[in-house]
C-alpha cells in the first residue's frame, strides 16, 4: 500500500515537472518571441532613420551642386568684344572639328562632345571660372555643361547655338599655352609682341611681327598654305589679329594662342626658346 503511495506521488511530482517545463517552455518561447519582434522593429526605425539620414544628404548635396546657366548670343559677343572681359571666359565649342573649322566664336577653343571627357583635365584650371560652351542649337553644349557640373566645375554656362544667333565667326582656331609649347617646334611661330620684348626671348622658331603693319605679316608668309602657323602676344590679343589676317590670305593650318606670355610661364627646357 505504502509502495503504491509513493509510485502515485512520484507519478504526480513527475507530472508537476513537466507541466512546469511545459509552461517554462512557453513563457521563454514568448519572451524570444517577443524579444524577436522589439529587435525587428529597432532594426526598421533604425534602417527608416538612415534611409532618411541620405535622402536628406543627397538632397543637400543636389541643392548645393552648382546648376547650368543660360547665356543669350548678345552678351557672349559682348563678352568677345571686350578685350579685358574675355579673359575672364573661357569659350568652348563642343561642335565635332570640321564643323569647328568652318567658323566658330572668336577665342573658342574645340572639345568635340566625342570626346569631351577626356579631355577636362586640360582645362581643370578653369574649374572654379567661367566656361561658356556652345554647339548649333545648345543640346550638345547642354551634354557637355551637364558633364563640367558632375566633374566640379562651378560657373557652367550653355550658350545660344550658332544656328540662332548671328556671331562673327571665325576660321582661325584657338590653343592654350601648353598645345603651343607641344607644337613651337614644327610650327611658324608669329610673334606679335613689341620688338623689345622679341629680342629678349623668344621660340626659336619664332619671327617677330606688328599687328598693325601687314606689311611686316606679308613678309614672314611661307609659300606653302597648309603651314602650321602658331600666333601668340601678351594675352591673344594681337595675336588674335594677326592669325585673321594670317586665315584671310588664303592659309589653312593658323592658330592663336590664348595664353599669352602675361599669363602662362613660357620656360621651356628642351630649347624651344630662344634667349639674347
Aim: proline share 1%; hydrophobic share 35%; charged share 35%.
Amino acid at each position: 500500500m505504502k509502495k503504491r503511495n509513493y509510485l502515485l506521488l512520484a507519478m504526480m511530482a513527475l507530472g508537476l515537472s513537466l507541466t512546469a517545463c511545459s509552461n517554462g517552455d512557453k513563457v521563454e518561447s514568448k519572451v524570444e518571441s517577443k524579444a524577436e519582434q522589439v529587435e525587428s522593429k529597432t532594426e526598421s526605425k533604425a534602417e527608416q532613420v538612415e534611409n532618411k539620414a541620405e535622402s536628406v544628404e543627397k538632397k543637400v548635396s543636389e541643392e548645393a551642386k552648382a546648376k547650368v546657366q543660360e547665356i543669350k548670343g548678345d552678351a557672349i559677343k559682348q563678352i568677345v568684344e571686350d578685350k579685358k572681359e574675355k579673359e575672364n571666359y573661357l569659350i568652348i565649342d563642343v561642335r565635332s572639328a570640321e564643323e569647328y573649322a568652318k567658323g566658330h566664336i572668336n577665342f573658342a577653343i574645340n572639345m568635340p562632345l566625342e570626346s569631351f571627357k577626356e579631355h577636362l583635365a586640360e582645362i581643370e584650371d578653369w574649374k572654379d571660372k567661367n566656361i561658356i560652351v556652345y554647339c548649333n542649337s545648345g543640346r550638345r553644349s547642354g551634354e557637355a555643361a551637364d558633364i563640367l557640373i558632375d566633374n566640379g566645375f562651378k560657373k557652367v554656362f550653355n550658350g545660344e547655338g550658332v544656328k540662332n544667333f548671328q556671331y562673327d565667326l571665325k576660321t582661325f582656331g584657338n590653343i592654350r599655352g601648353k598645345e603651343l609649347m607641344e607644337k613651337a617646334r614644327d610650327a611658324l611661330v608669329v610673334d606679335a609682341r613689341e620688338a623689345k620684348d622679341f629680342e629678349k626671348e623668344h621660340f626659336k622658331t619664332a619671327v617677330n611681327v606688328n599687328a598693325d603693319d601687314p606689311a611686316t605679316i606679308d613678309a614672314i608668309l611661307p609659300d606653302n598654305k597648309d603651314t602650321l602657323i602658331i600666333t601668340h602676344c601678351y594675352s591673344g590679343n594681337r595675336s588674335a589679329k594677326v592669325a585673321e589676317y594670317i586665315a584671310g590670305k588664303g592659309y589653312s593650318n593658323v592658330w592663336n594662342c590664348l595664353d599669352g606670355t602675361k599669363e602662362y610661364d613660357y620656360d621651356f627646357s628642351q630649347g624651344d626658346k630662344e634667349s639674347k
